[in-house]
């Protein structure tokens, strides 16, 4: 079934982000205040006392303000933004949004400005825009459109993350198939930008890593192979790495997209694939939509056992520990980790005082403390009354070790 | 004498950014005259120029911020206006330095907090009490 008509029919496509984020409509409190006037441009000017305009502005020298913490003024990077302002000028799908910066964002969350944001028009948007991509890949296209696509994706999911980083943290694939690889692709971009911005020294934007993590896997339609859930050492699957670069190359994309699309499949200590290389080689823009990739795969296979089998839970931060230990630097595990917590939202733990729990959220750069609900309490009783405990602030408790279901169906007898 | 109330040019094509200012403006008692493009402010400049203050975007359609600071510089009533330019653009050093020959102040908007534009307008307003 094409996407459209799966759109089209209502057929859900991701869970949707925690409903009590909902922005609140405040514009009309700024509206209230009548004084002093916003005056626009057609309007007539406000007549003040104008006998008062006497004052003189100092000629100060002027401050510049600017991030030291992004190390970009490169001659590698003037050429990037040379080619990727030549693509902006060529773009014909518009951007839901523009790719304001950040801060930009903040600043109008801070001050409860309502900003656009309906996050499931914004993934309808990207499934449509994955579908189009797909639908481009036989054809080369010399406007661009693919890689535009890519870029306004990535700033349209980007804008949604710098409202609610909740946002990136509620991935779920697509349960028709045939979409699974647009999941994919939308899912590690999510999970990519909000790793990256919360990151040093990279040496893109966030929002570059985000169009990367967009076409990283178009080698997979672009040779005709099926998407598959787990990563594959078949010779023939392998080539999706280098047939994406080459196409990417024919579309001119920048740089460093190219590269990182090239090193998605690498492994710090090189046991990665196509190349193997390690070390300063593999860049920390690449290893972060590595880590990003590898783990929507895990993450989104394991919502998919448990959907089709009903298997019993599974640590799947913990299983990125195991696995990609030696991956990836450590500074970037480490920041996934205390993003993403350690016990996943749903995971049911056992705390020092015996009582059973459900993680419910997780306390950002806590990542083993967790905000818990209890199921079953230390007497081995269902609460009459959900009881949410705060591990960061509750001292006295802490998780000793996750329950699988085996063990809940023995506490529950 | 009371003191008139300060206005403010906001010169921005994004509607976002206008209303940060805005609001951060009329938090401070400041009014603001928004306009989205470089004619529009150049026009502004010209029917009123007595601006408190002026927060210029460097790109913008027809006349670029470059543009409105030339006519603040040469306007005889505008040239005391703070200028603030606050861009989004990769400037280059150079164009910093010939900014700093131009405007007071220079924020990039991926620097831009909400306090730090709050200390610009409490150090502009209480200066000029």
Known sequence: ?413 | MANRIKRALVADDDPLVCQIITKLLTKNKIESFVVESGDQALAGLEDNPDFDMAVIDLVLTNGSGWDILDAIKKHANAKNIYTVILTGANISSSEIEKLKKKAQLVIKKQDFTVETFQDVLSGLLNKKK
Request: proline letters at 6%; hydrophobic letters at 40%.
């Open chain 1, 1 to 413: 079934m094409r996407l459209s008509k799966i759109l089209d029919s209502g057929t859900p496509i991701f869970d949707s982000a925690p409903k009590n984020q909902e922005r609140k409509a405040v514009l009309p409190r700024l509206q209230e205040n009548p004084t002093p006037p916003v005056t626009s441009f057609k309007a007539p000017a406000d007549n003040t006392d104008h006998q008062t305009a006497t004052h003189q502005a100092e000629a100060r020298p002027a401050v510049v303000y600017q991030s030291t913490a992004h190390p970009i003024a490169t001659n590698q990077t003037s050429a990037r933004q040379t080619a990727a302002h030549q693509t902006a000028i060529n773009e014909s799908i518009e951007s839901l949004y523009n790719s304001l910066p950040d801060a930009i964002y903040s600043a109008a969350k801070q001050l409860e400005i309502p900003i656009p944001s309906n996050k499931n028009l914004v993934l309808q948007k990207a499934m449509k825009a994955m579908d189009r991509i797909i639908t481009l890949i036989p054809a080369y296209d010399d406007k661009n459109e693919m890689l535009s696509l890519a870029r306004n994706t990535a700033n349209d999911l980007m804008m949604v993350i710098s409202l609610d980083s909740n946002f990136a943290k509620s991935i779920r694939r697509s349960p028709k198939s045939e979409l699974a690889f647009h999941s994919h692709c939308i899912n590690t971009a999510l999970i990519a930008m909000d790793l990256a911005k919360g990151l040093d020294n990279i040496e893109c934007s966030p929002n570059e890593i985000g169009m990367a993590a967009i076409l990283h896997d178009i080698g997979i339609p672009a040779m005709n192979l099926d998407f598959v859930w787990q990563e594959t050492n078949d010779k023939n699957f392998i080539k999706h790495v280098a047939k994406g670069v080459e196409l990417l190359t024919k579309l001119k994309a920048p740089d460093i997209i190219r590269t990182m699309v090239a090193q998605h499949h690498e492994r710090l200590d090189g046991t990665g694939y196509p190349n193997g290389i390690s070390g300063k080689d593999f860049l920390v823009c690449s290893q972060i939509l590595s880590l990003s990739e590898g783990f929507e795969r895990i993450a989104c296979e394991h919502h998919h056992a448990s959907d089709t089998t009903g298997s019993s839970l599974e640590n799947y931060t913990q299983k990125i520990l195991h696995n990609y230990r030696k991956a990836f630097n450590p500074d970037i595990l480490k920041a996934f980790i205390s993003m993403r917590g350690f016990y996943p939202d749903g995971t049911m733990v056992e705390l020092t005082n015996r009582s059973i729990c459900m993680v419910l959220k997780q306390n950002e750069g806590f990542p083993l403390k967790p905000v818990v609900q209890i199921v079953i309490d230390s007497a081995g009783n269902h609460p009459d009354t959900a009881k949410v405990i705060d591990l960061r602030a509750a001292n006295h408790l802490a998780i000793i070790r996750i329950v699988t279901e085996d063990r809940r169906q023995t506490h529950s007898l």
